[in-house]
């Protein structure tokens, strides 16, 4: 216990950043003159106490007395009318109280201990005259109750005393042994065990779901009864994890319908299979669905590798901690591929609810626990993503925001890494890894605490002030890039270790067992773990998600050298057991064995289900659209549409230069407009690059889910088609986050969705190289009367797509370029207004959703590369929401130039520029390109007109159209502006 | 070693260090070969800053940024390696700090470094829009000194939280009355930022980007030149492509940031 406590306030003389934190809060609302930040730091020591002048040393050390002052115990002085303090609970990563003591330790050469501490907090002083509601209100703003502590005081009770000094230090009393669970129960208790958990012996109370079913219950009663004993709770703590739809995808996995094999088998794996075959020696595929992320052939010497996770639950409760986690998380599934691959791109994808409403949503009933509002949860995983990737290093250019009022429950949070790697070194490849028996498995990186135990159950009951918070983390992307260096920059290298894997979901319960499988056992000691705290339980430690830890298999020979890097490394690595050949996964806790379980059972043991599913019928007559007579005011509209306009304060957050590969990025022309597509270089010298893009159509789901699956692959194909990256290179990643997946209606979209993954993929011969699924992106709550309300998210698929660039120089962008260029389209435009965004902006439901002629775009893009490689193209972009007339006046914002355009008659002309069919590029080429261009095009590129003058122009017949590329962009840039 | 002849680079790593293999090839590029060396290996002794011509402070996001963007790496450098690098500033030796490494470099005081004290005089505060920008801007030589010389502009991206120039009246007097402000944003046609977003990116005093020590030896810059050596790394690239294409002419492969990295080579060349 911390005997001495001081409190350093550290201020900016002038803070720079005053005027826009004040005036984004009064946008939010809030009446205030000013909102100043103060930076707290509250030293809490045991052994010794720091005397006046080392506390005035130290605040100098935290401080820059250009711009800043500190005072020591001593409130900050200031005109104000009121105070809130915001500091984190007990267990909650503090990443600037961290740095703060290192520096301290480091100045005065002596380290921390045990209860000692440094923790930082922010005080935000107030000007101005608030209500209670609207301070209340403020307060709510500036903490999320789930990860932090509130002080509020009025400036009288400030006074000269100022604010208490609090030491959040985590407080567990007695030291838990595992017990053993008896499962010989009637079904009605042992179901209530899988929803609600094991009851705790200790406290009486559950633990949390187990989230096993019935069926699976019974294997494990069955299994233990066949060893003639009771399971510990480690091993049924372990077992839920193990078998957990998160880590085994049983609804992906199993056989539904007609489908034995089920759809993961049959139309993902099948897919690839197919197309690896048919491409013989062309085959791109390295590594697929076997290991942490997905790998192509980048050139002879490197590959590439691609993951994409989601991270929607924790998102909801913590926005900020969990697109930070989801960021660093994906992170590690590339630093953890193979024996490690080096980060080098990251993408971001966000689904939430429209930022300018607050609907009224309580988890509880009587109003309790609101949900955060969509702005909230919007603007939280923005800045997650943004801590994340800046400071690990990693640029992030690829990304997108869908906003859909589904997502007012759950958010979806899609975070993705590029990995790239030397195919071989010191004669091995790197893809491969296998940990022997006899290797040491050695855990790296942060501690372990109570976080993310039971993923993110939500509880509603009053926390004990002193209990950690489990339900979220924060990640410390430092502490992860620290680790980050020395393995793949160096101890891969020097040939140190055998097998690595991330710890997440089920932290080392999962990864260890998952390397076990390799060598064919494992001997875990327990009590080797490295806590952040005392007194967590054997199980606990097992299944504990702590972040910015990976568990490597360490040949014995080696480990001396490897201990000793990570030491000068400053990484904490502890050797935590033994790899062994016994078929068994054995985990002992204090000398007593608290696990011993066959690896065959833990891995392949849980109940084989058959799903049933039942056929959606959606029958949506053809709209009735009123009939426009000019399109000038819908242009503007559209382009204002927020899955449309540009969110451009998204991409100058991230770092989208660093590691100095950027060719094309997330904004492009002088016009700055959101592509779809990007290109990396990853490789220093070479002239290839790596090519991202994605697509995603939830309001096609509930009307077609197989064309939506076919428009998502499409999109995300096209997209790198227009930069010049050939089809011949591209591969895919899956993300399905369904809703309700126990209802067989739902379960029929899936599988007519996973169908159309088969048939895309087959079709464009881009294989599908990893995926993740996430089947209950529901929120089940109440309304502001209590009544119960279920949201489900739309069935959603994000398609990625990642491909190789042959030569960068040739790539090219999307902005039209000079007066004089032809404008095209290329490809054929239906009557296929379903699911768009001009039918959403009306607010009419129905109508076709596009459908794809694979054949036909197939040729289409192969053409594109030819005349991209010619350099006929000054232009290309996607035609994707909101139709043609969207992506033309992109192409022109960006450009900022202006088109005269003719469209075809035929077709009512809001139909034809709104209609959002598939395989359609917008090109522009110069005059003197001309008959080369449409010479391969044939009749597929339909000229449209010429980029000239400022003014876009539309006609069909009469004017159609006649707009300032100036206010286009305005309007373009105008919701998001504030932001 | 043969030093005088051969000359290396330093290139400081770790604790979150990020900038350090692209910088490592600028200068490569350049004509100089450069060994990339964490924190911990100097302070071990393992590696010695006196083998060594040119010490470099990478971008990055050391520590995170907590306690100050570069605080907390300079406090662990001058609690550590303070008398090496002293006796590193004494010789015939440069040392570049970039984003994260000017940060560094203010926090050390290495610059302005009118006297051989090196108290801080300067400050990267928090960009006005209290977020990172990331993005590409146009930067003026303001000195004729050995980093800027034969450079009409450079074009290469910022990306940072805190670069926001700051200091006191009277040292920004003495900054510009001894020629030590090196770069300053501009706009496109190269005329004065005048303070403007986005041309000034972050709200420095005097459209400040770059500052020398007062013995010129030392410079801390915030954009990032080695994120844009190659032509295909400039943010208007394709539209520049097309012009040339039209004009006839070929494609560069470099950038014109790369004469900075050049400029750096020579003076030991010389």
């Known amino acids: 216990m911390a005997s001495y406590v001081h409190r350093i306030e550290v201020q900016y003389t002038r803070d720079p950043r005053l005027p826009t934190r004040t005036e984004r809060f009064r946008s939010l609302g809030f009446p205030l003159r000013e909102l100043h930040l103060v930076d707290v730091y509250t030293i809490a020591t045991a052994r010794r106490d720091f005397s006046p002048d080392e506390l005035s040393q130290i605040g100098a050390q935290l401080s820059n007395p250009v711009v800043q002052r500190y005072s020591v115990d001593r409130p900050t002085e200031a005109e104000f009318d009121c105070a809130i303090e915001v500091g984190f609970l007990p267990g909650v990563t503090d990443n600037a109280g961290t740095t703060a003591k290192q520096t301290i330790e480091d100045y005065f050469g002596f380290r921390f201990g045990e209860g000692e501490a440094v923790f930082s907090s922010q005080l935000y002083l107030v000007c101005g005259d608030l209500t209670p509601e609207s301070l209340q209100r403020l307060t709510a703003a500036l903490a999320n109750p789930l990860v932090n502590r509130v002080h509020v005081r009025s400036r009288e009770e400030y006074g000269k005393k100022g604010m208490d000094a609090i030491t959040p230090f985590v407080h567990l009393h007695d030291l838990q042994a595992a017990g053993t669970v008896d499962l010989d129960l009637p079904d009605a208790e042992l179901a209530r065990i899988g929803k609600e958990g094991i009851t705790d012996p200790g406290t009486g109370e559950r633990r949390g779901p187990l989230a096993l079913d019935l069926a699976q219950l019974h294997a494990i009663r069955d299994y233990f009864r066949g060893l003639g004993r009771k399971p510990t709770d480690v091993e049924l703590e372990s077992l839920a994890q193990t078998w957990s739809e998160h880590c085994k995808h049983t609804i992906f996995a199993s056989a539904m319908d007609d489908v034995p094999r089920g759809l993961y088998k049959s139309c993902i794996q099948a897919a690839t299979n197919t197309i690896r075959k048919e491409k013989g020696d062309d085959d791109i595929c390295v590594s697929v669905f076997t290991d942490n992320s997905g790998a192509i052939v980048f050139d002879d010497e490197h590959l590439v590798t691609c993951k994409v996770e989601t991270h929607n639950s924790p998102s909801a409760l913590d926005p900020f901690g969990g697109a930070l986690t989801g960021i660093v998380g994906v992170n590690r599934d590339t630093i953890g591929f193979g024996l490690g691959a080096k980060p080098c791109i990251n993408i971001y994808g966000y689904c939430v609810g429209d930022p300018e409403t607050e609907p009224a949503l309580f988890r509880g009933k009587n109003r309790?626990?609101?949900?955060?509002?969509?702005?909230?949860?919007?603007?939280?995983?923005?800045?997650?993503?943004?801590?994340?990737?800046?400071?690990?290093?990693?640029?992030?250019?690829?990304?997108?925001?869908?906003?859909?009022?589904?997502?007012?429950?759950?958010?979806?949070?899609?975070?993705?890494?590029?990995?790239?790697?030397?195919?071989?070194?010191?004669?091995?490849?790197?893809?491969?890894?296998?940990?022997?028996?006899?290797?040491?498995?050695?855990?790296?990186?942060?501690?372990?605490?109570?976080d993310g135990i039971h993923g993110a159950t939500f509880s509603s009951e009053a926390l004990d002030p002193a209990s950690p918070v489990t339900a979220v983390q924060i990640g410390d992307p430092i502490t992860q890039k620290k680790f980050s260096d020395v393995i793949v920059k160096e101890a891969r290298d020097l040939d140190l270790y055998r097998s690595?894997?991330?710890?997440?979901?089920?932290?080392?319960?999962?990864?260890?067992?998952?390397?076990?499988?390799?060598?064919?056992?494992?001997?875990?000691?327990?009590?080797?773990?490295?806590?952040?705290?005392?007194?967590?339980?054997?199980?606990?430690?097992?299944i504990s998600e702590s972040q910015e830890r990976m568990t490597l298999a360490v040949p014995e020979e080696k480990i001396e050298a490897f201990m000793s890097l990570m030491k000068r490394r400053e990484v904490e690595a502890t050797v935590i057991g033994t790899f062994t050949d016994t078929g068994r996964c054995v985990v002992e806790y204090n000398g007593e064995t608290v696990m011993d379980v066959d690896l065959d059972f833990l891995h392949d043991g849980l109940p084989k289900k058959h799903l049933r599913t039942e056929p959606v019928e959606t029958v949506y007559p053809e709209p009735?659209?009123?009939?426009?007579?000019?399109?000038?005011?819908?242009?503007?509209?559209?382009?204002?549409?927020?899955?449309?306009?540009?969110?451009?304060?998204?991409?100058?957050?991230?770092?989208?230069?660093?590691?100095?590969?950027?060719?094309?990025?997330?904004?492009?022309?002088?016009?700055?407009?959101?592509?779809?597509?990007?290109?990396?270089?990853?490789?220093?010298?070479?002239?290839?690059?790596?090519?991202?893009?994605?697509?995603?159509?939830?309001?096609?789901?509930?009307?077609?889910?197989?064309?939506?699956?076919?428009?998502?692959?499409?999109?995300a194909v096209r997209g790198l088609v227009a930069i010049g990256v050939p089809l011949a290179t591209i591969a895919l990643l899956d993300n399905f986050c369904w809703c309700s997946s126990d209802e067989p209606g739902r379960l029929w979209q899936l599988k007519r969705a996973a169908f159309g993954c088969y048939d895309g993929a087959v079709e464009f011969a881009t294989p599908f190289i990893s995926g993740k699924d996430s089947m209950f992106n529901d929120f089940s709550g109440f309304d502001a009367d209590s009544n119960p309300v279920k949201i489900s998210v739309p069935p959603t698929l994000l398609i990625t797509s990642i491909g190789v660039?042959?030569?960068?120089?040739?790539?090219?962008?999307?902005?039209?370029?000079?007066?004089?260029?032809?404008?095209?389209?290329?490809?054929?435009?239906?009557?296929?207004?379903?699911?768009?965004?001009?039918?959403?902006?009306?607010?009419?439901?129905?109508?076709?959703?596009?459908?794809?002629?694979?054949?036909?775009?197939?040729?289409?893009?192969?053409?594109?590369?030819?005349?991209?490689?010619?350099?006929?193209?000054?232009?290309?972009?996607?035609?994707?929401?909101?139709?043609?007339?969207?992506?033309?006046?992109?192409?022109?914002?960006?450009?900022?130039?202006?088109?005269?355009?003719?469209?075809?008659?035929?077709?009512?002309?809001?139909?034809?520029?709104?209609?959002?069919?598939?395989?359609r590029l917008i090109v522009t080429v110069a005059p003197s390109d001309r008959e080369a261009f449409e010479e391969i095009f044939a009749g597929d590129a339909h000229l449209l007109g010429r980029v000239a003058g400022e003014t876009f122009r539309v006609s069909a017949g009469k004017t159609l159209i006649e707009q300032p590329v100036t206010a286009m962009e305005t309007a373009y840039k105008a919701p998001f502006g504030g932001y | 070693m043969?030093?005088?002849?051969?000359?290396?680079?330093?290139?400081?790593?770790?604790?979150?260090?990020?900038?350090?293999?692209?910088?490592?090839?600028?200068?490569?590029?350049?004509?100089?070969?450069?060994?990339i060396v964490h924190i911990n290996d100097l302070i071990a002794g393992e590696k010695s800053l006196s083998d060594y011509r040119l010490m470099v402070f990478p971008g990055g996001f050391s520590y995170g940024d907590d306690t100050g963007a570069g605080n907390a790496y300079a406090n662990r450098v001058r609690n550590n390696l303070w008398s090496d690098v002293k006796e590193f500033l004494a010789g015939d030796n440069l040392v570049l700090g970039i984003c994260n490494g000017f940060q560094i470099l203010a926090n050390l005081g290495l610059v302005p470094a009118f006297d051989r004290d090196y108290p801080r005089e300067i400050a990267l505060m928090p960009n006005r829009k209290g977020v990172l920008e990331c993005r590409f801007v146009t930067l003026k030589p303001a000195a004729d000194n050995l980093w800027t010389k034969g450079i009409s502009h450079i074009y290469c991206p910022v990306s940072h939280g805190e670069g926001n120039f700051s200091c006191s009246e009277e040292t920004l007097k003495r900054i510009e009355r001894e020629n030590m402000v090196a770069f300053r944003y501009s706009r496109d046609d190269l005329s004065p930022a005048g303070g403007e977003y986005p041309y000034n990116p972050n709200g420095a005093i005097a459209d400040i980007a770059g500052v020398t020590s007062a013995d010129g030896k030392v410079l801390g810059l915030m954009p990032h030149p080695e994120r844009a050596m190659e032509f295909v790394n400039l943010y208007d690239w394709p539209v520049r492509k097309e012009r040339l294409k039209r004009e006839g002419k070929p494609l560069p492969l470099e950038s014109m940031n790369m004469q900075f990295f050049r400029n750096i080579v020579a003076y030991f060349v010389e």
């Open chain 1, 368 to 450: 309790e626990n609101p949900i955060l509002p969509p702005r909230r949860i919007f603007e939280g995983v923005v800045r997650g993503v943004d801590v994340g990737g800046n400071c690990s290093g990693i640029p992030t250019p690829q990304g997108w925001c869908y906003f859909h009022d589904r997502y007012v429950g759950k958010p979806l949070v899609f975070a993705g890494t590029v990995g790239v790697m030397p195919r071989t070194r010191n004669g091995r490849l790197l893809h491969e890894k296998q940990a022997l028996p006899g290797d040491l498995v050695v855990m790296v990186g942060g501690r372990v605490g109570k």
């Open chain 1, 500 to 542: 690595i894997t991330d710890n997440g979901a089920g932290g080392i319960s999962c990864s260890v067992a998952e390397m076990a499988r390799e060598s064919g056992g494992c001997h875990v000691l327990l009590d080797r773990v490295p806590l952040k705290y005392p007194g967590m339980a054997p199980w606990e430690i097992w």
């Open chain 1, 624 to 715: 009735d659209v009123p009939r426009p007579d000019r399109l000038d005011n819908l242009l503007l509209a559209m382009l204002g549409r927020k899955n449309i306009c540009s969110k451009e304060f998204i991409s100058t957050r991230y770092d989208h230069t660093v590691q100095g590969g950027h060719v094309l990025g997330p904004v492009q022309g002088a016009g700055r407009v959101q592509t779809t597509a990007t290109l990396t270089k990853v490789v220093p010298g070479s002239m290839k690059g790596v090519g991202l893009s994605q697509g995603l159509f939830p309001s096609y789901s509930e009307l077609d889910p197989y064309r939506m699956a076919l428009a998502a692959i499409d999109a």
């Open chain 1, 805 to 919: 660039h042959p030569d960068v120089t040739t790539a090219v962008s999307m902005d039209a370029k000079f007066d004089g260029d032809l404008v095209y389209v290329v490809g054929e435009t239906g009557e296929e207004l379903g699911g768009s965004e001009y039918l959403a902006h009306l607010g009419i439901e129905g109508g076709a959703v596009p459908a794809l002629d694979i054949e036909a775009a197939k040729v289409r893009y192969e053409r594109m590369t030819d005349v991209i490689k010619k350099g006929l193209l000054a232009s290309a972009f996607p035609v994707t929401h909101g139709g043609l007339l969207v992506a033309l006046a992109k192409v022109a914002i960006a450009g900022r130039v202006g088109m005269d355009l003719t469209i075809p008659g035929g077709m009512r002309p809001d139909t034809y520029l709104f209609s959002e069919s598939l395989g």
């Open chain 2, 2 to 35: 043969a030093r005088a002849n051969n000359p290396r680079a330093l290139i400081m790593s770790g604790y979150g260090i990020n900038s350090e293999m692209e910088t490592q090839e600028a200068l490569m590029r350049a004509g100089m070969a450069s060994d």
